[in-house]
């Protein structure tokens, strides 16, 4: 199994970036696809990012796209989420997840592993 801990998220002006990172335990972390979840105050969870077992493919929800990037290093057993020109709409809680597979999914009912989640809150 793999235990995953979202940290790095905090309080930022409309504008500024932040850098997320996920921690994983477990010799298996660079077979597993990974992934970043967000769900903002009175909404449900909503896909943002995903990274194949390699980091060779990506993939981001049109809201997110052009402004985040994801990334790993599997030798640090850790998943990056780049957030750039941040806005308000992207205050919520974020939340690493791992898939047991190698190529990535879009759902989150494609994974099985979850962080317990960093608030990131954007001010204006």
């Known amino acids: 199994q793999v235990q995953l801990v979202e940290s790095r998220g905090g309080l930022v002006q409309a504008g500024g970036s932040l850098r997320l990172s996920c921690a994983a335990s477990?010799?298996?972390?660079?077979?597993?696809?990974m992934g970043w979840f967000r769900q903002a105050p009175g909404k449900e969870r909503e896909f943002v990012a995903a990274?194949?077992?390699?980091?060779?493919?990506?993939s981001y929800a049109d809201s997110v796209k052009g402004r985040f990037t994801i990334s790993r290093d599997n030798g640090k057993n850790t998943v990056y989420l780049q957030i750039n020109s941040m806005k308000p709409e992207d205050t919520a809680v974020y939340y690493c997840?791992?898939?047991?597979?190698?190529?990535?999914?879009?759902?989150?009912?494609?994974?099985?592993?979850w962080g317990q989640g960093t608030q990131v809150t954007v001010s204006s």
């Open positions: 477990g010799r298996t972390f660079s077979t597993y696809a």
């Open positions: 990274i194949n077992w390699s980091g060779s493919t990506t």
């Open positions: 997840a791992a898939r047991a597979n190698y190529g990535l999914g879009l759902r989150d009912n494609e994974y099985n592993y």
